[in-house]
């Protein structure tokens, strides 16, 4: 009982400094760390040798939220949140850049800027959707000359261009105004429309107090909106939920579908950003269509304890459909641990996820993720180790590769789980549990994993490890990305991210997949049931003097059954 009052204070005393930071901002919700002084500095000294190879970044300056991926005549269409002026949040337009794979990108000129009433001082996230006509349509928010945030929309000018360069927006905007009872400061982020029953329909995400929910709003045109009685779900003590997403997934299978589809052989996924802990949570449950109600599934938390995509520097996701490949793609916002002054000299902030695409796992419980297949393509050099043991407290290194920039696949075998520490069940919170048995302290049954970029002599690296636990009843896995050993700069954020990995050890194997690129590793563990994106700045292992090991910190021998590793070819970037 103590604990849980000790929670329920915490969670108050974090809404009350919210607040309080919103009143000296004027009412306005603020979602990034603001540097008024630097929104328009120039960079100066790009820092070449923590920038991306293979990831989605433009040549320069802060980006964040992907606003609305979309797919038009052949051609893959990435909107999003960026500064043309400068690497810290500010002066934000919609950026646009356009490609064939998903990964080679050509940069168009910014889609939307602010320049009308209606968005005079932001243009916000929002998403896309493609009509039955063929005839796609951007829903945004807008921040009138008051700081009211409205809904607004925009339509491609000329339609038999499959680039879609020029965007209008007609002078009826805005589409969607907060009306009374609604909390004008917190009403953005639009989803993507589904079609039911002749209406159109639609998501804002906004608050009420400390109550996080999803406005629901109908349409017969796209264009006149009505507000439903009562949201399609909301949830106590999450606070302002910006980029909701709401989709279906099939009960079996890998294959997307087109977000109107219903039927008993789909769930929907309804997933918000919860601007308080700048994660991405979602929830696996039943659509109720008759009454336009969402319920969560008793399997899924509703809530900061709930499933997440992504346990690190993953925000401000999107989901669309790909009807060329018939699957769903996430992208995300590798947001940045800490915006601080050296971002200005570094000369950009930010960058994307590798698109991925999600489906529902066969427990039918939670999503499986995994990278978009067109980044093989990427893939040079290959080196492989099988049956190699490792023994406690060994490393192996994996050579001839760039490790600095690489695509790592290995399955571990474990002989003996039998010595598996046991499992605390007051242990809940994984990212906690990491820190406390992180990749230094030595355990029964891991830890194990890949040691990326590392330096020579281990001075600096970013373990990506496993821990086995086990209960009376089953095995309990653990799966950790720890920065804490990644940088010997100072005062830079170095966070422990961890998830648990529902798992069944029966055949006493766990596969890791990690892709490494400079000064970001994202994680896939048992095949994409835990994903962790952890965001570094190493000084040492950097460029050709990065190494990649195989390790085992564990009392019980790890056998390397199987390992894949590639070089990484860089992409056309947004050139």
Not at 43 to 71: C, E, L
Not at 93 to 103: C, L, P, Q, T
Not at 494 to 506: I, Q, R, T
Request: hydrophobic content about 35%.
């Amino acid at each position: 009982m103590e604990v849980t009052k000790l929670l329920s204070l915490c969670i108050l005393i974090t809404f009350l400094c919210v607040d309080i930071i919103n009143l000296n901002n004027g009412g306005v919700d603020a979602s990034h760390k603001v540097f008024p002084q630097f929104q328009s500095l120039n960079a100066v000294s790009v820092q070449q040798i923590h920038r991306t190879g293979y990831h989605f970044q433009p040549p320069k300056n802060w980006i964040n939220d992907p606003n609305a991926p979309m797919y038009y005549d052949g051609i893959y269409h990435f909107f999003y949140q960026y500064n043309p002026k400068g690497a810290v949040w500010g002066n934000i337009v919609w950026a646009h850049s356009v490609s064939k794979d998903m990964i080679n990108w050509q940069a168009l000129e910014p889609a939307l800027y602010p320049s009308q009433h209606f968005d005079i001082n932001g243009c916000w996230s929002g998403s896309a959707t493609v009509l039955p006509s063929n005839k796609p349509i951007i829903l945004y928010t807008g921040l009138d000359p008051k700081d009211r945030q409205i809904q607004n929309y925009a339509v491609p000018a000329n339609l038999s261009d499959p680039y879609l360069r020029k965007w209008i927006k007609p002078g009826n905007n805005p589409v969607v105004d907060p009306e009374q009872g609604v909390n004008a400061s917190a009403f953005r982020d639009p989803t993507t429309a589904w079609w039911l029953n002749g209406h159109w329909r639609m998501l804002v995400g906004s608050k009420r107090n400390h109550r996080g929910m999803a406005y629901l709003y109908r349409s017969r045109d796209f264009i006149y909106w009505t507000k439903a009685k009562h949201p399609l779900h909301s949830a106590p003590h999450t606070g302002m939920w910006e980029c909701p997403d709401f989709y279906p997934v099939l009960l079996s299978g890998k294959k997307g579908l087109d977000p109107s589809v219903l039927g008993k052989h789909v769930k929907h996924v309804l997933k918000v950003s919860l601007d308080v802990t700048r994660y991405d949570y979602y929830t696996v449950g039943t659509y109720l269509s008759d009454k336009d109600r969402y319920v969560p599934d008793n399997t899924s938390v509703d809530g900061w304890a709930g499933l997440r995509y992504d346990y690190g520097n993953f925000y401000a996701s999107k989901t669309f459909f790909d009807p060329a490949k018939k699957r769903r793609i996430l992208w995300g916002w590798v947001n940045e641990s800490d915006t601080t002054e050296d971002d200005v000299k570094k000369g950009w902030a930010g960058l994307q996820a590798i698109p991925r695409i999600v489906w529902l796992d066969p427990n039918q419980r939670q999503l499986m993720q995994w990278p978009i297949e067109e980044l093989e393509t990427l893939r040079g050099k290959n080196v492989k180790m099988s049956h190699q043991q490792l023994k406690k407290g060994e490393h192996i290194e994996v050579k001839g590769i760039t490790a600095a920039q690489a695509d790592v696949d290995v399955t571990f075998h474990i002989p003996n789980l039998d010595k598996a520490e046991p499992f605390d069940h007051s242990w809940t919170d994984a990212q906690e549990l990491c820190v406390k048995k992180g990749s230094k302290v030595k355990g029964e049954v891991g830890p194990f994993g890949l040691l990326t970029l590392a330096s020579k002599n281990l001075e600096e690296y970013t373990p990506v490890s496993f821990r086995v636990f086990q209960t009376s009843k089953k095995h309990v896995v653990l799966l950790c990305s720890d920065a804490r050993s990644s940088s010997l700069k100072d005062g830079l954020y170095k966070p422990s991210f961890a998830g648990f990995v529902d798992v069944d050890l029966a055949d006493k194997k766990l596969s890791l997949r990690s892709l490494i690129d400079h000064s970001v590793v994202e994680s896939f563990g048992a095949g994409g049931k835990t994903c962790i994106t952890s965001r570094v700045y190493p000084t040492l292992a950097v460029l050709d003097n990065a190494h990649l090991y195989a390790f085992n910190h564990g009392t019980e021998p790890i056998n390397v059954e199987n390992l894949n590793a590639w070089s990484m070819k860089k992409p056309r970037m947004n050139t």
